[in-house]
């Protein structure tokens, strides 16, 4: 698209968030009404334009909801492509039509006053809509669309919604302004029309514009949900109503399939797509057949309520953004709290582990699962039972499938649920599935982050799985080590794992205090603020804990957990875990990815090789991956 192309960019570009601003005039008419009239408060038309505006939005939105839900429907998506970055970025405005349009109505309304006491029904409304739609609307809309596929309109305006081969019910919206006003015409004309007649009425209106929101987010849901044997008994059907297949078709052969809602246009004027029955009965029939299997699965659990809501299929822009708690974060996601709590619920209740999200790296496929639990209730007795039996059940899955390799997140690793795994290989002698905790790689990020001049480091957490592998690695590296535990039965084990000349190099400390000569401090243990207090000025603090500890120390500086970016050849990646950044993943997670394209055929579970520390590091380099920290 050529930005300075006349009516090619939006007028409130520049606003941001500010081009709301333009519902102002509707909002004071609405106040103004409350103030005077508080009892025909209902009967504002400004009210109605507000209201109309908002049902429009959250249509899109659901819509774009049922569409990112792989776990429901990914036998049944056209383009098996993912949604990327910047895909995302490109769509973020895509509500501006809505504001436009909204504007242009209130205009309409105040200049027209016969347009504010409309009746609620008339059923000569209805026929006249329908008849102005087909009559009108529809070859309006064909002619102006092929006209957009000619240059230089093509070039400087319609490329924008052929940006990207995957559709979205955004992607609708996801167009210049020249285009949008066009298609305020278009949708214009029944509805102004009908009402010029005499005939028109509120439900009719915005009935007429809901169900034209309803079809647009159809064509372009990339979700095959129209079964082609309603064709088979009805064949005239297929003229009438396009389907999602039919739009894609458009999308990926450019010079067919032109008509807005009914394909009877294109059959008209010779430019109907012929396989475009042809490629729905095959979609619409392969439900469930010819899946493709992933090469490599990372499978994570719920943290916590709020983040739950940090999923492309609830916000996709939200989830394209690292998770945070700030406040304008939390408007987004606190309207919604109350039905994430109930959903909880439901799957506490019954649910099974499930498809999150997908990427692709070098022609494999890479899928993220979830299983169906959340961060507290891994510290229930209770419930640790039926949580090894949710992941056993994925483990089993993806081995059933020909999963390579598959990656256990955070708390499915915990050693005092499973032994990092162990418990489900020991289990299953003969998996073909290699089950992998990761730690192997999230312990060499760590270690890689220290300094090469390092002499001395305090450590807590030393004991756990991640604090042992330091711990060995460092007294190797003649790196004095402060092992800050109570349990010298379990320092003794550690030190004696060390060569003989290296375990003087194993301090056991029992007080923070220790730590107060030390500027290299590795926290695998939540420490308070007081804890805190005891490390000197200076001091940098790397972490493998979560939640990460709190950055309390204005005079030291904090390291991020452990992760790495993704390679750049990623593609269709367009969500956030948690709280990474773009392209970033943890550790444990990119530990999973380099095994698979190793084809590194052992089991990692259980206790951490040391020796092997430095060789997964150096695959995860070779291999395109990069180390994400505040030291880098």
Not at 394 to 403: E, M, S, T
Not at 409 to 421: D, I, P, T, V
Request: glycine residues 6%; hydrophobic residues 45%; charged residues 15%.
């Amino acid at each position: 698209m050529v930005a300075n192309a006349p009516l090619s960019t939006w007028p409130w570009e520049s606003l941001g968030i500010f081009k709301y601003v333009f519902y102002g005039p509707l909002i004071a008419n609405v106040v103004h009404s409350w103030m005077h009239d508080k009892e025909n408060i209902m009967n504002s038309w400004s009210l109605h334009i507000l209201i109309l505006s908002v049902v429009r939005g959250l249509l899109y939105l659901f819509w774009n909801c049922y569409s990112s839900m792989l776990f429901f429907n990914r036998t049944r998506r056209i383009n098996q492509q993912g949604i990327d970055f910047k895909q995302i970025d490109t769509e973020w405005n895509w509500e501006n039509f809505i504001i436009l349009q909204a504007v242009i109505l209130g205009m309409v309304c105040y200049i027209f006053p016969c347009f504010q006491n409309l009746p609620v029904w008339n059923i000569k409304g209805f026929v006249a809509v329908v008849l102005l739609h087909v009559a009108v609307s529809e070859p309006l809309y064909y002619w102006a669309h092929r006209q957009f596929h000619k240059e230089p309109f093509f070039t400087n305006y319609h490329s924008l919604h052929h940006s990207f081969p995957v559709l979205t019910p955004l992607t609708a919206g996801n167009a210049t302004f020249l285009e949008t006003l066009v298609l305020c015409v278009v949708i214009g004309v029944p509805v102004l029309g009908t009402s010029l007649m005499g005939f028109g009425s509120g439900i009719v209106i915005v009935g007429y514009i809901l169900a034209f929101d309803f079809l647009r987010c159809l064509g372009h849901c990339n979700v095959e949900i129209i079964p082609h044997r309603i064709f088979e008994i009805l064949p005239f059907l297929k003229y009438l109503l396009y389907t999602p297949t039919y739009h894609s078709l458009h999308h990926t052969e450019t010079e067919t399939n032109f008509c807005l809602f009914m394909p009877v246009f294109d059959l008209i004027w010779d430019t109907l797509n012929k396989n475009s029955w042809k490629l729905h009965k095959e979609i619409s029939g392969a439900s469930g057949k010819n899946v493709r299997i992933p090469d490599f699965v990372f499978l994570a659990h719920v943290v916590d309520v709020t983040s739950s809501m940090h999923a492309p299929y609830v916000l996709r822009s939200y989830a394209s953004l690292p998770f945070t708690t700030m406040p304008f974060m939390w408007m987004a996601v606190v309207p919604g709290w109350p039905l994430a709590f109930f959903i909880m619920l439901l799957m506490w209740a019954k649910a099974k582990p499930f498809l999150h999200a997908f990427y692709n790296i070098r022609g494999r496929l890479h899928q993220t699962w979830a299983v169906p639990r959340f961060g507290f209730q891994y510290f229930l007795p209770f419930a640790t039972k039926g949580i090894n039996n949710l992941i056993e059940l994925a483990i089993l899955r993806a081995d059933k499938l020909g999963v390579k390799v598959i990656s256990l997140a955070a708390l499915n690793k915990n050693e005092a649920l499973n032994g990092g795994g162990t418990l489900f290989v020991n289990k299953h002698p003969d998996l073909r599935v290699r089950v992998v905790h990761g730690n192997t790689l999230t312990a060499a990020v760590i270690l890689n982050e220290l300094p090469d001049d390092v002499k001395e480091v305090f450590l807590t957490g030393a004991t756990s799985k991640l604090g042992r592998a330091i711990a060995l690695y460092l007294c190797r590296k003649k790196v004095r080590v402060l092992m800050l535990t109570l349990s010298t039965e379990r320092f003794q084990k550690i030190q004696k794992e060390a060569p003989a000349d290296c375990q003087g190099y194993l301090v056991q400390v029992t007080k923070y205090q220790a730590g107060q000569n030390c500027k290299t401090w590795i926290v695998g243990k939540w420490i308070t603020p007081r804890e805190q207090s005891w490390a000197p000025t200076g001091t940098h603090l790397h972490q493998f804990v979560v939640p990460p500890v709190l950055p309390f120390r204005r005079d030291c500086t904090y390291g991020d957990l452990a992760a790495m970016r993704l390679p750049e050849d990623v593609e269709g990646l367009g969500c956030c875990e948690y709280t990474m950044g773009r392209g970033v993943v943890h550790a444990c997670h990119a530990g999973g990815v380099v095994h698979a394209l190793e084809g590194w055929t052992h089991h990692e579970v259980g206790a951490i090789d040391v020796d092997r520390i430095d060789v997964v590091w150096k695959a995860a380099l070779k291999h395109g991956l990069k180390p994400v920290s505040s030291m880098n």
